[in-house]
């Protein structure tokens, strides 16, 4: 059987065979930072009110973003854990391990540089192209290329991350060296998880959507939101598609380093 495809398996019968434990582990931690917005923006989440906000609000938002990094990291070291050593204490919220909550902000800060680093680089080569072809098609082509290389490259670096939760020793490198046999199975479910979560979304736009006059370049124009019970679907999903990304490296990483056999 294609390992792609055994492994595209494997990650949805962890996430929706485990989807109690997961809800309990990581959930009510997903949702603090969201309910930190709403009560600060005050539920309205239009791209006009992001994109300008008031002077104490920018604070206010900076400071939720670093909690909510650290927050999501909590939760990820917790969902891992659980997968991989089935550690479950069952209360509100999963045990706070500092240690391996600063190692994994550490190396998903350093994962996060490489992608930045990356983009930038394929950026720099999509905007050459793009210019000298002057084409929309292939602008097109190198975007959708570029989201699904970035996703790619996170996943073959991203085992890091399970070590750090685990607390086990991981460069970047050897995560790279261990992923390497499997490198282009890997496009499998990265493709089919992208598809099936920007379906959702569209879906949620059309059931849940609200039409609102957005300022772009000096220029009002109407565009399509979530409404705020679309919102809360929408954050549903990416609770969801996050456990997703995070069981997929948990995944390779019990395969490729720890000789775990797929279902």
């Known amino acids: 059987m ?20 997961a809800a309990q582990l990581t959930l009510p931690l997903f949702l603090l ?26 604070l206010g938002v900076l400071g939720l973003i ?5 927050i999501y990291c909590w939760a990820a070291v917790a969902w891992h854990r659980y997968v ?35 983009m930038i680089g394929a950026a720099i080569v999509m905007l050459i192209v793009v210019t000298a072809t002057q084409s929309p098609a292939v602008a ?13 490259l996170a996943t073959r670096i991203g085992l890091v991350l399970p070590a750090a939760a685990l607390g086990e020793r991981m460069t970047i490198g050897e995560s790279w060296a261990v992923t390497r046999p499997v490198s282009s199975q890997i496009l499998l479910p990265l493709i089919v998880i992208a598809l099936v979560v920007g379906v959702i979304q569209q879906a949620i736009l059309v059931v849940f959507g609200q039409t609102v006059p957005v300022e772009t370049f000096g220029m009002m124009q109407e565009q399509r939101v979530p409404s705020v019970p679309g919102q809360i679907v929408n954050g549903l ?27």
């Open 2 to 21: 294609d390992y792609g495809y055994q492994l595209l398996r494997h990650v949805v019968q962890q996430v929706f065979g485990n989807l109690r434990q």
């Open 33 to 58: 930072p969201l309910i930190g917005f709403v009560l600060l923006i005050g539920g309205d989440f239009t791209p006009r009110t992001v994109e300008n906000p008031g002077g104490g609000t920018i």
């Open 66 to 70: 670093v909690l909510s990094v650290v």
């Open 84 to 118: 991989l050593l089935e550690e479950f204490d069952g209360g509100l919220f999963p045990r706070w391990r500092g240690d391996r909550i600063a190692s994994y902000f550490g190396r998903a800060f350093k994962v996060g540089l490489v992608l930045i680093l990356a």
């Open 140 to 152: 097109i082509f190198f975007g959708i290329g570029l989201v699904f290389g970035v996703s790619w």
């Open 237 to 263: 999903v990416s609770w969801l598609q996050l456990l997703v990304n995070l069981a997929l490296m948990t995944t390779l990483y019990g395969n490729l380093v720890e000789g775990r056999q797929l279902n």
